[in-house]
């Protein structure tokens, strides 16, 4: 593989203004990142979700850089990131399902990505030789002057190295990438801190693939029944797709994964146990706020580490990944982390925090 000079480039916040795309468009920085991604090379980006490591949606090659760098398997396809609704139609085989239409009035540009029949222009690279390719379009002025510039669609993985907890800062993403990219851009912390909501739109009613930034309520509030919930799904995936492929391939791989073992706690009376039981040295528990003002003080010997209020999730969402990278700085021999419960974007929290204390 070849080996860059890693360069990170900060870009001023306060022009990242959804007014401003076309004077961040005038930036050298930015200009340089659209170069690079002309010429097939790869670039690190802030989404209002993680940051993304970019390239040419329809170029192959530099698909294949992309895998290279992150180390992710082959068969994980991408998503493709578009700067303008109607950039849309280029990329889709046959007309959109109207609950798409609904759903995209509703959140884009935002953290939701669509799963469509794809057209010849997105190549088998893209998306892993599935016949279909998962699109979303940013709400990050950054992210789409940057696609503006290039030109092309922008195909993005989160910019980690493959099974790390995603990046939402640019220092991770060179923590994880160094010398495996040319160049990364900084644009601040990512608002969301977790990834999109992957839906899959081709059929009569809508699938969450994967839960993300944009929550199941929001979305039942736009299609009602029409879309799938967790107890229906299984058998409506085994009457209408062959099993040979699965649905959303990313998920069965090994995720958000911290050095250090994770262990949930399920409930507050299981927290309580927990600590009657006496914890062992080395050992890290993450709480809520609410919960680390209620048990933390009587502890001692044992590191309390904060998440945010249980009240706002989306605090929690914001800073969940950069605590798992923090707590693998902490060299501990074990941590046990808060459940929470899975309303709104509690559903994608907990699913993150299931995979990261997945030991597969
Ligand atoms: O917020 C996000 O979605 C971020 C930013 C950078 O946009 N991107 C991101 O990409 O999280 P990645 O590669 O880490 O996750 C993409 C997910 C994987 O679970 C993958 O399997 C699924 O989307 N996916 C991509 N194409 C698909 C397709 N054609 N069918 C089903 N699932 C697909
Ligand atoms: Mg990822």
Redesign the pocket.
């Known amino acids: 593989m070849k080996e860059y000079v890693t360069e990170i480039i900060k870009i001023d916040e306060s022009l990242i203004e959804e007014g401003n795309i076309d004077s961040l468009k005038e930036l050298p920085a930015l200009q340089r990142a659209a170069e690079l991604l002309k010429e097939g090379e790869v670039v690190a980006f802030p ?1 209002e ?2 940051y ?1 490591l970019g390239a040419d949606a329809t170029n192959p090659e530099a698909i294949k850089k992309i895998y290279q760098a992150k180390g992710r398997p082959q068969d ?4 493709v ?1 578009i700067a303008a609704f109607n950039e849309l139609d280029g990329l889709v085989k046959g007309s959109l399902n109207p609950l798409a239409e609904r759903l995209i009035k509703a959140f884009w540009p935002g ?1 939701l ?1 669509i ?1 469509v029949d794809k057209r010849e222009i997105i190549p088998d690279e893209t ?1 892993a030789g ?1 016949d ?3 699109i ?1 379009m ?1 709400d990050h002025p950054l992210t789409r002057a940057i696609i503006q510039l290039a030109g092309v669609p922008i195909a ?3 910019a980690n190295k493959s099974g790390a907890p ?1 990046p939402t800062r640019a220092e991770h993403v060179f923590a994880d990438l160094q010398g495996r990219i040319p160049l990364i851009l900084d644009g601040g912390p990512a608002r969301v801190g977790l ?2 909501t ?1 839906v899959d739109v081709r059929s009569e009613r809508v699938q969450i ?2 839960p ?1 930034g944009v929550s199941r309520e929001e979305i039942r509030e736009v299609i009602g029944a029409y879309l799938y919930e967790p107890g229906e799904e299984a058998g409506s995936i085994k009457k209408s797709r062959t099993a040979e492929k699965p ?5 069965k791989y090994r995720h958000y994964s911290p050095e250090t073992p994770l262990f949930i706690i399920k409930d507050e009376s299981s927290l309580k146990k927990l600590l009657q039981s006496g914890l062992p040295e080395n050992t890290a528990l993450i709480l809520s706020d609410e919960w680390a003002s209620k048990y933390g003080p009587g502890l001692k010997d044992i590191k309390v580490i904060k998440m945010g209020p249980r009240e706002r999730p989306e605090l929690i969402a914001a800073g969940i990944f950069q605590l798992l990278r923090y707590l693998d700085t902490l060299s501990l021999d074990r941590a046990y982390i808060e459940a929470i419960p899975e309303k709104g974007i509690g559903e994608a929290i907990m699913n993150r925090i299931r995979k990261a204390s997945s030991r597969e």
């Open positions: 989404t979700t993680v993304g994980n396809p991408l998503i990131h953290p990505t799963v998306t599935l279909s390719v998962a979303r940013p993005a993985p989160s995603s990834e999109s992957v693939l994967r993300g649905l959303s391939p990313g998920m």
